[in-house]
Nanobody, 116 residues
Framework: QVQLVESGGGLVQPGGSLRLSCAAS????????VRWYRQAPGKEREFVAR???????NYADSVKGRFTISRDNAKNTVALQMNSLEPGDTAVYYC??????????WGQGTQVTVSS
């Protein structure tokens, strides 16, 4: 079955960096768009970044220039490098894949807390 497992979250000071990873299994990873979303307390889940099968990338305006998404098709993983973190980046970060005709899949999430 489809599985997405996020890791790499934690507590970091403002201006710091974290690298999140999403490990995927149960489907053909290399030809799927993979997305990162985040959800802060009391707020709706919001799009952060996505990467296509050919490596094209899109980012939310709020993270452009600070976050970088990448993928390793040999390892079935997608990473989100987060630099210059701000308190407003505090959220649970989720990995997402939509497989046409099958479903919309989410990982369990990883907590990122930016605080001094």
């Amino acid at each position: 079955q489809v599985q997405l497992v996020e890791s790499g979250g934690g507590l970091v000071q403002p201006g710091g960096s974290l690298r999140l990873s999403c490990a995927a299994s149960g489907f053909t990873f290399s030809n799927r768009v993979v997305r990162w979303y985040r959800q802060a307390p009391g707020k709706e889940r919001e799009f952060v970044a996505r990467i296509g099968s050919g490596g094209w990338k899109n980012y939310a305006d709020s993270v452009k220039g600070r976050f970088t998404i990448s993928r390793d098709n040999a390892k079935n993983t997608v990473a989100l490098q987060m630099n210059s973190l701000e308190p407003g980046d505090t959220a649970v970060y989720y990995c997402n894949v939509e497989i046409t005709g099958t479903g919309n899949y989410w990982g369990q999430g990883t907590q990122v807390t930016v605080s001094s």
